[in-house]
């Protein structure tokens, strides 16, 4: 089992940044892919960034194309925490974001599979 807790949302302005963090316990972190996704008022979830482990300092990750070039996830295996450092945001970045652990560490951009949830944090960007 794994416990996630995002933190870092907020109210910010458009062109503002915001850096969340997702903090997990339960099990060996460096096994596990994560991911974080979003949710828009009215909308899907959908993917935003995932990281996966290779071994070693050996990381990837991908993102989906509205975030390219703004957003940077990032994991620190030694502190069990996963980030999402988020830059030039615009309006229609405003969702929950969600973070995600799956029990692998290949990455997925598929929600259904992650196995492990976060609880997400509001992130609002004002026009």
């Known amino acids: 089992q794994v416990q996630l807790v995002e933190s870092g949302g907020g109210l910010v302005q458009a062109g503002g940044s915001l850096k969340l963090s997702c903090a997990a316990s339960g099990r060996t972190f460096s096994n596990y892919a994560m991911g974080w996704f979003r949710r828009a008022p009215g909308k899907e979830r959908e993917f935003v960034a995932a990281?996966?482990?290779?071994?070693?300092?050996?990381?990837?990750?991908y993102y989906t194309d509205s975030v390219k070039g703004r957003f940077t996830i990032s994991r620190d295996n030694a502190k069990n925490t996963a980030y999402l450092q988020m830059n030039s945001l615009k309006p229609e970045d405003t969702a929950v974001y969600y973070c995600?652990?799956?029990?692998?560490?290949?990455?997925?951009?598929?929600?259904?599979?992650?196995?492990?949830w976060g609880q997400g944090t509001q992130v609002t960007v004002s026009s």
């Open positions: 995600a652990a799956r029990s692998t560490a290949t990455l997925s951009v598929m929600s259904y599979d992650y196995a492990y």
């Open positions: 990281i996966g482990w290779s071994g070693g300092n050996t990381y990837t990750r």
